[in-house]
């Protein structure tokens, strides 16, 4: 048959249609879809060109069974919803698969009416297939995706939320479901215990911020504590942000809240131990201080001794030696200065009062403390040798606090030598170190140093009634004052303690 032939027969049995059959014919055959009429027994009378190709054109029309072309899992279905319209004259509609001549699948979606004749008895049905495979494909992915952000968003370790602009609570993720003990298909219920999930002493601001937040549309953010399913209150960090549309108003809110619990207890925890920290260095200060204080009394205090002890002596002899017995007691008036100016000093440092410092001679400095200490060092059979340089240039200081220096380290100096030492000598030496700089060192013949790192730390001490506090205090006079000390174990036997001082600038 030609298809010119085709044509007629399809135009005669569309004879009734309009005023122009072969528009209408030419109509239903370009048309993209599947369009075709059938009787009352479900015997296709009309398929156009396009049910024609994917069926195959050389079956004849009353020999497809159209039934058998939809896929098995959807057979039943179709069967019976076709039934049901054949047996009430409902509307047919379908979504379900069909099978081509290829042997392929495709989604489609079948809508049929039925046509009644003059009695009202269904004679002939119509309708349409139309391809949907693409649409399905599209919602079949959609689907997916949303599966899968669902997913994504159960498994983020944060509690997941949204609102609507006016507040009210639309979604929440399992994960802060399971934290409040909430079903999660029931939303409505976060919404309901929205006002008794918050802690007490924090609902008030929540509330008022989220307001403020929904009424501007300014992000949201706070720290909050939030009440658990098992009745427990757990620091939360909180945010939210809005969601616009194209005209720039709010159409829903973003949020999210984590648990920070652990991370609010770790830093109360280190803040208490900084407090502890604190107080236990206030407590090594303060001992550190009380060491620096009786170290400083006890200098003046066992001169006084050493010269009363002196004094004594001469007073006592036969006959006495009031010349000497004399300069011993002014000795000891010098000595009582001397801690009553430590006494004020230490006042003074309390009160943050400035110390006045004064243009000195560094040798004439050594002479007196050599003096002062004269008895003590013939006590102990040391001979002390200088080497001043004569052409020193002067230097501003504190007198007294240089001299405590001095002392300090001459004693040391000799305390570090053995006493059944025939050969206990102590060197003092005084030189211009560079042309700003002079520098006076303590050079003894004792054992030396067995950790000269360690010298200046606070509480170290070799000494078995020392404090450790001689040589500290030493350097942090000399730092105040713009130089700096240190030691050195000689090459041969014995240390040497050194320090600088800056030259005064003349004025």
């Not at 069974?65 to 098995?72: A, C, I, K």
């Not at 399971?178 to 409505?188: C, F, I, M, P, R």
């Not at 006592?316 to 000795?331: F, T, Y």
């Not at 730092?479 to 600038?505: D, I, Y």
């Amino acid at each position: 048959m030609s298809n010119n032939d085709g044509l007629t027969k399809r135009t005669a049995s569309f004879a009734g249609i309009g005023h122009s059959p072969e528009l209408a014919l030419e109509l239903l055959e370009k048309i993209p879809a599947h369009v075709w009429s059938m009787n009352s027994a479900g015997r296709f009378i009309y398929r156009n060109r396009s049910m024609e190709d994917y069926f195959g054109a050389g079956l004849p029309r009353d020999q497809l069974d159209w039934l058998e072309r939809v896929h098995s899992e959807d057979q039943r279905y179709v069967a019976s919803s076709w039934r049901q319209s054949i047996e009430t004259g409902q509307p047919f509609d379908s979504a379900h698969r069909l099978c081509g001549v290829d042997g392929a699948f495709r989604w489609f979606r079948a809508s049929g009416r039925p046509s009644m004749d003059q009695h009202g008895q269904i004679n002939i049905w119509h309708g349409q297939t139309i391809d949907i495979e693409h649409q399905k494909r599209a919602e079949e992915n959609l689907r997916a995706r949303s599966v899968e952000l669902s997913l994504l968003v159960d498994m983020v370790p944060s509690n997941l939320w949204r609102l609507t602009p006016d507040g009210t609570t639309t979604l929440v993720n399992k994960r802060m479901a399971d934290y409040l003990g909430l079903e999660l298909s029931n939303v409505s219920d976060v919404a309901s215990v929205m006002d008794t999930i918050f802690h007490p002493d924090d609902a008030d601001a929540v509330f008022a911020e989220l307001t403020r937040c929904l009424a501007t549309g300014e992000r949201f953010s706070m720290r909050y504590r939030l009440l658990r399913a098992d009745g427990m209150y757990r620091w939360m960090s909180g945010r939210a942000e809005p969601l616009q549309d194209q005209d720039g108003n709010i159409v829903q809110w973003f949020g999210l809240c984590h648990d920070i619990e652990d991370q609010v207890q770790a830093t109360a925890a280190l803040r208490r131990s900084a407090e502890k920290l604190a107080q236990a260095t206030q407590a090594a200060n303060l001992s550190q201080l009380s060491a620096s204080i009786a170290h400083e009394i006890n200098q003046p205090l066992a001169a006084i001794a050493a010269n009363s002890d002196a004094c004594l002596r001469w007073l006592s002899a036969d006959p006495p030696n009031v010349e000497r017995g004399k300069l011993a007691a002014q000795r000891i008036t010098q000595d009582v200065l001397v801690a009553a100016e430590v006494i004020s000093r230490i006042r003074a440092l309390f009160k943050h009062q400035p110390q006045a410092r004064t243009i000195e001679d560094a040798n004439r400095l050594v002479t007196e403390v050599l003096d002062l200490m004269s008895d003590e060092i013939a006590a102990t059979t040391t001979r002390i040798d200088t080497d001043l340089d004569l052409h020193l240039p002067a230097v501003q200081l504190d007198r007294v606090q240089v001299q405590q220096v001095l002392v300090n380290l001459i004693r040391n100096g000799i305390q570090a030598m053995d006493s059944t030492d025939p050969l206990r000598s102590l060197k003092i030496r005084s030189c211009l170190e560079r042309h700003d700089m002079i520098r006076v060192s303590i050079e003894d013949s004792g054992h030396g140093f067995a950790d000269p790192e360690r010298v200046f730390e606070p509480f170290f001490t070799t000494k078995i009634n020392g404090m450790g506090m001689g040589l500290p205090i030493c350097r942090s006079i000399v730092e105040s004052h713009g130089g700096r000390m240190w030691v050195v174990n000689n090459e041969t036997v014995g240390a040497t303690v050194a320090f600088t001082l800056p030259v005064a600038v003349a004025g």
